[in-house]
Protein backbone atom coordinates (compact mmCIF):
# COMPACT_ATOMS: atom_id res chain seq x y z
CA UNK A 1 0.00 0.00 0.00
CA UNK A 2 2.86 2.29 -0.93
CA UNK A 3 1.43 6.06 -1.55
CA UNK A 4 -2.02 5.03 -0.55
CA UNK A 5 -3.74 8.71 -0.80
CA UNK A 6 -6.78 8.71 1.73
CA UNK A 7 -9.94 8.26 -0.45
CA UNK A 8 -13.52 8.62 -0.13
CA UNK A 9 -16.23 6.01 -0.90
CA UNK A 10 -19.81 5.62 -0.97
CA UNK A 11 -20.87 3.51 1.85
CA UNK A 12 -22.53 0.14 0.07
CA UNK A 13 -25.59 0.36 2.72
CA UNK A 14 -26.49 3.94 3.29
CA UNK A 15 -24.31 5.75 0.55
CA UNK A 16 -22.94 8.23 2.67
CA UNK A 17 -19.82 8.95 2.04
CA UNK A 18 -16.99 7.60 4.48
CA UNK A 19 -13.09 8.00 4.24
CA UNK A 20 -10.80 5.36 4.10
CA UNK A 21 -7.23 4.88 4.88
CA UNK A 22 -4.51 3.19 4.15
CA UNK A 23 -4.93 0.62 7.65
CA UNK A 24 -8.75 0.21 6.21
CA UNK A 25 -7.37 -0.52 3.08
CA UNK A 26 -4.47 -3.25 4.38
CA UNK A 27 -7.41 -5.08 6.30
CA UNK A 28 -9.69 -4.86 3.68
CA UNK A 29 -12.71 -3.60 5.03
CA UNK A 30 -14.23 -0.61 6.34
CA UNK A 31 -17.36 -0.21 8.98
CA UNK A 32 -19.02 2.69 8.26
CA UNK A 33 -18.90 5.55 10.91
CA UNK A 34 -22.41 7.15 10.14
CA UNK A 35 -25.09 7.45 12.63
CA UNK A 36 -27.75 4.30 12.04
CA UNK A 37 -25.28 2.41 9.81
CA UNK A 38 -22.30 0.73 11.11
CA UNK A 39 -22.24 -1.47 8.00
CA UNK A 40 -19.06 -3.27 7.10
CA UNK A 41 -18.00 -2.53 3.38
CA UNK A 42 -15.48 -4.95 2.04
CA UNK A 43 -12.84 -2.87 0.14
CA UNK A 44 -11.79 -5.17 -2.89
CA UNK A 45 -8.96 -3.24 -5.09
CA UNK A 46 -9.53 -4.17 -8.22
CA UNK A 47 -7.80 -3.77 -11.47
CA UNK A 48 -8.88 -4.44 -15.32
CA UNK A 49 -7.02 -4.38 -18.39
CA UNK A 50 -6.82 -1.67 -21.12
CA UNK A 51 -8.32 -2.97 -24.30
CA UNK A 52 -5.85 -1.03 -26.17
CA UNK A 53 -3.52 -3.98 -25.73
CA UNK A 54 -5.59 -5.61 -28.52
CA UNK A 55 -3.71 -3.46 -31.11
CA UNK A 56 -0.07 -4.48 -30.11
CA UNK A 57 -0.87 -8.33 -30.30
CA UNK A 58 0.79 -9.98 -33.10
CA UNK A 59 -1.57 -13.04 -33.51
CA UNK A 60 -5.34 -14.23 -31.87
CA UNK A 61 -4.92 -17.39 -32.21
CA UNK A 62 -5.34 -20.17 -35.00
CA UNK A 63 -7.59 -23.25 -36.63
CA UNK A 64 -5.71 -26.70 -37.21
CA UNK A 65 -7.64 -28.66 -39.55
CA UNK A 66 -7.45 -31.70 -37.98
CA UNK A 67 -7.74 -34.53 -41.07
CA UNK A 68 -4.64 -32.62 -42.36
CA UNK A 69 -3.32 -31.09 -39.23
CA UNK A 70 -0.30 -29.19 -41.75
CA UNK A 71 -3.61 -27.02 -42.56
CA UNK A 72 -4.09 -23.78 -40.27
CA UNK A 73 -6.14 -20.66 -40.78
CA UNK A 74 -5.18 -17.61 -38.33
CA UNK A 75 -7.84 -16.11 -36.77
CA UNK A 76 -8.75 -12.04 -36.36
CA UNK A 77 -9.86 -9.89 -33.56
CA UNK A 78 -14.12 -9.53 -34.02
CA UNK A 79 -16.15 -11.80 -36.22
CA UNK A 80 -13.90 -14.48 -38.07
CA UNK A 81 -16.78 -15.66 -40.73
CA UNK A 82 -15.88 -19.61 -41.65
CA UNK A 83 -17.19 -21.40 -44.67
CA UNK A 84 -15.70 -21.93 -48.54
CA UNK A 85 -17.18 -18.39 -49.81
CA UNK A 86 -14.64 -15.48 -51.03
CA UNK A 87 -16.43 -13.53 -48.05
CA UNK A 88 -15.21 -15.81 -45.20
CA UNK A 89 -12.40 -14.03 -42.97
CA UNK A 90 -11.80 -17.83 -42.73
CA UNK A 91 -12.00 -18.94 -45.81
CA UNK A 92 -11.47 -23.01 -45.53
CA UNK A 93 -10.86 -25.73 -49.22
CA UNK A 94 -13.91 -27.22 -50.37
CA UNK A 95 -13.29 -30.34 -48.24
CA UNK A 96 -14.70 -33.19 -50.49
CA UNK A 97 -15.71 -36.63 -48.54
CA UNK A 98 -17.48 -39.35 -51.09
CA UNK A 99 -17.97 -36.47 -53.53
CA UNK A 100 -19.45 -33.91 -51.58
CA UNK A 101 -18.67 -30.84 -49.45
CA UNK A 102 -20.59 -30.77 -46.12
CA UNK A 103 -19.06 -26.63 -45.19
CA UNK A 104 -21.81 -24.09 -46.03
CA UNK A 105 -20.20 -20.66 -48.16
CA UNK A 106 -20.84 -18.97 -44.51
CA UNK A 107 -20.97 -21.53 -42.23
CA UNK A 108 -20.00 -20.39 -38.98
CA UNK A 109 -18.52 -17.49 -36.86
CA UNK A 110 -16.33 -17.49 -34.29
CA UNK A 111 -15.83 -14.59 -32.57
CA UNK A 112 -12.64 -12.99 -31.17
CA UNK A 113 -13.00 -10.29 -27.92
CA UNK A 114 -10.67 -9.48 -25.05
CA UNK A 115 -12.07 -9.68 -21.47
CA UNK A 116 -10.96 -6.83 -19.77
CA UNK A 117 -11.37 -8.32 -16.19
CA UNK A 118 -9.34 -11.55 -17.04
CA UNK A 119 -7.00 -10.14 -19.78
CA UNK A 120 -7.99 -12.69 -21.71
CA UNK A 121 -9.03 -13.40 -25.09
CA UNK A 122 -12.44 -15.14 -25.45
CA UNK A 123 -13.70 -17.35 -28.41
CA UNK A 124 -17.25 -17.74 -28.89
CA UNK A 125 -19.11 -19.94 -31.49
CA UNK A 126 -21.83 -19.54 -33.38
CA UNK A 127 -23.64 -21.55 -36.28
CA UNK A 128 -24.36 -19.43 -38.66
CA UNK A 129 -23.00 -16.24 -40.32
CA UNK A 130 -24.79 -12.67 -40.68
CA UNK A 131 -25.61 -12.56 -44.69
CA UNK A 132 -24.04 -10.02 -46.86
CA UNK A 133 -26.97 -7.13 -45.97
CA UNK A 134 -25.47 -8.12 -42.25
CA UNK A 135 -29.25 -8.42 -40.88
CA UNK A 136 -29.97 -12.38 -41.01
CA UNK A 137 -27.99 -14.81 -39.38
CA UNK A 138 -28.33 -17.63 -41.71
CA UNK A 139 -27.53 -20.98 -40.30
CA UNK A 140 -25.64 -23.74 -41.60
CA UNK A 141 -26.90 -26.44 -43.89
CA UNK A 142 -25.20 -29.17 -41.78
CA UNK A 143 -24.63 -27.90 -38.56
CA UNK A 144 -22.07 -27.16 -36.49
CA UNK A 145 -20.45 -28.88 -33.70
CA UNK A 146 -18.36 -28.00 -30.21
CA UNK A 147 -16.42 -31.28 -29.09
CA UNK A 148 -18.81 -33.54 -30.38
CA UNK A 149 -22.31 -31.34 -29.26
CA UNK A 150 -24.57 -29.76 -31.59
CA UNK A 151 -25.12 -25.96 -31.16
CA UNK A 152 -28.20 -25.46 -31.29
CA UNK A 153 -29.86 -22.32 -33.65
CA UNK A 154 -28.87 -18.68 -32.20
CA UNK A 155 -26.73 -20.39 -29.63
CA UNK A 156 -23.68 -18.76 -28.43
CA UNK A 157 -21.09 -20.50 -27.15
CA UNK A 158 -17.33 -20.45 -25.32
CA UNK A 159 -14.71 -22.25 -26.81
CA UNK A 160 -12.02 -23.53 -25.05
CA UNK A 161 -8.55 -23.47 -25.62
CA UNK A 162 -8.32 -26.76 -27.54
CA UNK A 163 -12.04 -27.05 -28.45
CA UNK A 164 -12.80 -28.75 -31.15
CA UNK A 165 -15.19 -27.31 -33.54
CA UNK A 166 -16.88 -29.56 -36.49
CA UNK A 167 -18.34 -28.67 -39.27
CA UNK A 168 -20.78 -30.16 -41.32
CA UNK A 169 -20.01 -33.94 -39.52
CA UNK A 170 -17.17 -34.49 -41.59
CA UNK A 171 -14.50 -31.34 -40.96
CA UNK A 172 -12.83 -30.69 -37.42
CA UNK A 173 -11.23 -28.19 -36.37
CA UNK A 174 -8.61 -27.52 -33.56
CA UNK A 175 -8.82 -23.86 -31.39
CA UNK A 176 -5.70 -22.37 -30.34
CA UNK A 177 -6.12 -19.51 -27.97
CA UNK A 178 -3.66 -16.78 -28.15
CA UNK A 179 -2.46 -16.13 -24.83
CA UNK A 180 -1.27 -12.38 -23.87
CA UNK A 181 2.10 -12.75 -22.37
CA UNK A 182 2.38 -11.69 -18.99
CA UNK A 183 4.88 -9.45 -18.95
CA UNK A 184 2.83 -7.34 -21.79
CA UNK A 185 -0.85 -7.68 -20.00
CA UNK A 186 1.15 -5.51 -16.61
CA UNK A 187 2.37 -2.68 -18.39
CA UNK A 188 -1.34 -2.24 -19.59
CA UNK A 189 -2.88 -3.28 -15.99
CA UNK A 190 -5.29 -0.26 -14.81
CA UNK A 191 -5.57 0.17 -11.01
CA UNK A 192 -9.19 0.92 -10.28
CA UNK A 193 -10.13 2.42 -6.88
CA UNK A 194 -12.17 0.35 -4.84
CA UNK A 195 -15.57 -1.04 -5.58
CA UNK A 196 -15.65 -0.35 -9.54
CA UNK A 197 -19.36 -0.14 -9.28
CA UNK A 198 -19.98 1.98 -6.44
CA UNK A 199 -21.93 4.56 -6.65
CA UNK A 200 -21.01 8.30 -6.74
ZN1 LIG B 1 -23.28 3.45 5.98
Not at 111 to 136: C, I, M, N, P
Not at 140 to 159: A, C, F, R, Y
Request: charge should be neutral; hydrophobic fraction near 35%.
Amino acid sequence: MNGFKTTLIACQHCGRRIMVRAADAARGSITCSHVGCGAVNSLQSAFQYDEAIVQGLPEFGKLTYLNKPEITYPLQFGPNVIGTGDSCTVQVERFVHNGRCFISRRHGTLTVTFDKWSGRLRYQLQDGALDESRQHLQPSLNGTLLNGIPLQKMELIDVENEGVITLGGADRFRLAHFSIPAAMLTTYKVDLAFNPDRTE
